[in-house]
């Protein structure tokens, strides 16, 4: 159980368009779901937090109008990467949350989106 | 301010010796504590966490890790790695000012398992 998957898994883009990444919860609902960004051999950065049927919170330093999160049912989040710059180029994961009790404080990563723009 | 320190970025050992990859924390308030797997171009996994209770804390593929309250420390530990333990490994931090809502990772350790 507690599986997350993303969509795609690779993605090539040319300089000045826009990509959606999308992040699924196969098998329960997320209340909760977190996008992170992470540079080759570093660690993961929480870019934001969304809620289900409520604007995401964006960490500080994060363009939410570059990096639009939608998180229109429990069990779909997702990103869009608007007007993409070389820059852009990422490791993108989502994680979902959505247990109870104890299973309420962990979060389940999806695989993940490499984004190259070119 | 919170943080996680991860001391070595790179860890090598030989199969079937034991590893400690090493973990502290800085937080003024309560933190739940999480050591993540992630092989490569992979998301991640979680090997164990602690929230309460017992310090020491079992995890999956014969992983455990200690709670050190006074030394801020939780560190990861294997008596006999495999290869395929081969991955980065990142601690995280969940902070009870953010309702434990936010993970916050160190840096990772890669560790590196030869023959």
Redesign the interface.
Known sequence: GAV?S?HPSRVICKSGTSVKIECRSLDFQAT?M?WYRQFP??????MA?SNEGSKATYEQGVEKDKFLINHASLTLSTLTVTSAHPEDSS?Y?C?A?GGQG?LS????????T?LTVT | AQSVTQLDSQVPVFEEAPVELRCNYSSSVSV?LFW?VQYP??????LL?Y?SGSTLVKGINGFEAEFNKSQTSFHLRKPSVHISDTAEY?CAV?LMNTG?????????TRLLVSP
Do not use: A, C, H, W
């Open positions: 997350v993303q909760t977190f051999k570093q660690s993961l950065m929480l937090t490791f994961i994680s949350r104890d404080y962990e979060q389940y990563f999806g695989p993940g490499r | 739940y993540y171009n992979q998301g991640l996994q979680l966490k929230l990142f969940s434990f809502q936010k993970l916050v990772f160190g840096t990772g």
